[in-house]
């Protein structure tokens, strides 16, 4: 997420109520999550397992708990509590802007797109032309759809990440500031749900059709020309490459890659990255010749029971 103008390590840090480490005037120019930071972002961080990885992370401005060697050309801002304070900032620079309309003024909407009744449109959403938007579609703000779309009825775009930090007395909200991005020639079912970014954009690519009741998580990208059958859920931050064919009910564990072209069988469940061009299935899901072997073994226990049973 980039700040609508560019901010001082200095203004950041009254914005917070924090101590910094760093020229007053150090430049920085917007907050996102770990694995999509750019030089001038803010990172945040609160467990020492990750401040290496934050610390020589592109972010040139870490949001830290503790006060640390600072790398050379970075800065820091010390927090007693950095998940708060990232926080604050997603509220500061991206606050809940509250609708007046069904569709919003600030929307903009291309030639020929055709929107049935009780559709909501959020505030500086923009669809391109020639879109059909079905009715009880809800398009929350900032979501961005591409030309040729079909979006069916009940479908939400750009809810909040499933995003909370376990405090002792609660679970405490990540808020989300991001958007949902949906590129030309999209399909999406009925009653789908796509969750926006923390920071940055969840992505459908250019093509993909989505059948009805699937989910995907918040900053999750899926690539161009996939098809993803019904209840299917797919978690945060994963990359989904083009070509990907995702057949019913399968279950996507967050961070990971399923490469370019991979099919995976209905109800699988995916726990780690897959390398593209294979056909997987089961759970964990694996390799269709390496699960047929698994399966033909599981066969073979009762006879070899019996045969010790009957040698014991």
Not at 40 to 50: E, L, Q, S
Not at 152 to 178: I, M, Q, W
Not at 196 to 225: A, M, P
Request: with cysteine; aromatic share 8%; charged share 20%.
């Amino acid at each position: 997420m980039k700040f609508p103008i560019p901010q001082t390590l200095e203004s950041i840090a009254i914005t917070i109520g924090s101590d910094y480490v760093g020229e007053a005037n150090f430049p920085v120019f917007g907050m996102n999550e770990i694995h999509v930071v750019q030089p001038g972002d803010i990172v945040f961080v609160d467990h020492p397992k990750y401040y290496d990885k934050a610390l020589q992370s592109q972010a040139t401005v870490i949001l830290i708990n503790k006060k640390v060697e600072c790398p050379v050309g970075k800065a820091l801002l010390i927090s007693e509590d950095p998940f708060r304070d990232f926080n604050k900032l997603t509220q500061h620079f991206n606050p809940f802007e509250r609708s007046h309309n069904a569709v919003s003024e600030t929307a903009e909407i291309g030639e020929g797109t055709i929107l049935q009744p009780n559709v909501f449109v959020g505030n500086n959403v923009k669809i391109g032309r020639n879109c059909l938007i079905h009715s009880n579609v809800s398009i929350y703000d900032d979501t961005v759809i591409g030309n040729n779309v079909i979006i069916h009825a009940g479908t939400v775009l750009g809810s909040d990440a499933f995003y909370y930090k376990n405090r002792p007395e609660k679970f405490d909200k990540l808020f989300s500031g991001g958007n949902v991005v949906i590129k030309d020639n999209v399909d999406l079912g009925a009653l789908c749900t796509i969750d926006k970014g923390v920071t940055s954009s969840t992505t459908i690519g250019e093509g993909t059709k989505l059948d009805n009741q699937v989910h995907v998580g918040h900053d999750t990208v899926i690539g161009k020309r996939c098809l993803i059958a019904s209840q299917v859920g797919i978690a945060g931050c994963v990359l989904i490459e083009d070509f990907v064919t995702i057949w019913g009910q399968v279950g996507v564990t967050s961070g990971i890659t399923i490469g370019e072209k991979a099919v995976i069988s209905a109800q699988s469940g995916v726990s780690k990255s897959l390398p593209g061009n294979k056909a997987y299935f089961g759970t964990p899901a694996d390799e269709f010749r390496k699960k047929y072997k698994e399966l033909a073994s599981i066969r073979l226990i009762p006879d070899i029971i019996e045969k010790l049973d009957k040698l014991s």
